[in-house]
């Protein structure tokens, strides 16, 4: 995801190259340019494909067209809005979880804290490898011998970091450090991660209908490719800016939705999940009192820059 200040539009404008999308947009509406040029070059300089396409039916479509493009780029940014709030819920839960137990566990038990550290941090961090379907395992902490190679033989690694979680809440229980009535509470937050994950999933695994998408990719080609003849005989040459930008205008609206429908990708406009689990590494092991090596704890905050 592109990190950015929105009030700082100079800059936003300085950066519009780190875009993967916008650059090829910039190729298509070359593109577009060259079909106009063709198409304005033999109606007036060799007066073939000299017809114009009625205004008032050109109209028409652009209103249907228009309608289509509202509902696709609301329905992907539902999807985007949708993910961002799943890891915000994430968010709030590791740190509900890290401070409910930094409360119950004793000051001087540095070796639990760590433990629960290093699990809860590993949470999101699997879950972010997990959507990306590469799961980095040197990033996770060892919280004992042979923990990173038992999670590379799981299947899905975010529940069976889970289940050790909640074998540490057992633990405690039976120890008196916590209460039964404690239990309950934390059971709530610890709950939720799962549900997130399974949100996420969700998201990830039903794309907009390919019937769909299909069909408003070709409405717009259609639409862009009968753009010049419509503008022919009122703006001549202009026709080719004209016809550039209104392609601009299109397919721009269109790619976004492509990149956003999917927001745990590492394309440019999705979801900085790498920088968002990180943040949730320092602040967990700050709630618990535990020391985080400051090139890790920095990772959490980036000036603007592309970030995954």
């Not at 019937?211 to 040459?237: A, E, Q």
Request: glycine content about 6%; proline content about 4%; hydrophobic content about 45%.
């Amino acid at each position: 995801m592109i990190v950015y200040k929105s009030t700082d539009w100079w800059e936003a404008l300085r950066h519009l190259g780190s875009s993967k999308i916008i650059r090829s947009l910039f190729k298509r509406v070359l593109y577009v340019g060259l079909y106009a040029t063709f198409v304005e070059a033999a109606a007036v300089e060799f007066e073939i494909l000299k017809f114009t396409v009625d205004k008032e039916f050109f109209t028409f479509l652009g209103i249907m067209l228009s309608l289509l493009l509202a509902f696709r780029t609301n329905t992907a940014y539902d999807r985007f809005y949708e993910g961002r709030r799943l890891w915000g819920q994430l968010t709030n839960n590791c740190r509900n979880l890290a401070g409910l137990l930094h409360a119950r566990l004793p000051a001087h038990d540095q070796a639990r804290r760590a433990y629960l550290a290093g699990l809860l941090s590993n949470f999101p961090l699997a879950l972010e490898g997990h959507l990306r379907s590469k799961i980095k395992f040197h990033n996770l902490a060892e919280v004992e011998p042979g923990h990173i190679e038992q999670l590379r033989q799981a299947g899905h690694v975010p529940s069976r970091i889970a289940t050790r979680l909640q074998e540490f809440y057992e633990q405690l229980l039976r120890e008196g450090l916590i209460l039964p009535e404690h239990l309950i509470t934390i059971q709530r937050h610890h709950e939720a991660l799962l549900d997130v994950a399974g949100g996420c999933e969700r998201i990830r695994s039903t794309p907009i209908p390919f019937s769909y998408s299909y069909f408003i990719k070709g409405f717009i080609t259609v639409f862009i490719l009968t753009m010049p003849f419509n503008l022919l005989d009122s703006y001549r040459w202009l026709t080719i800016p004209i016809t550039m930008f209104g392609a601009y205008a299109l397919l721009g609206v269109e790619m976004i939705g492509d990149e956003i429908e999917d927001p745990f990708g590492k394309d440019s406009n999705d979801l900085p999940l790498t920088q968002m689990a990180n943040r949730m590494r320092a602040n967990v092991h700050e709630i618990l009192g535990v020391d985080l090596h400051e090139e890790i704890r920095t990772l959490a905050d980036v000036p603007y820059s592309v970030v995954f």
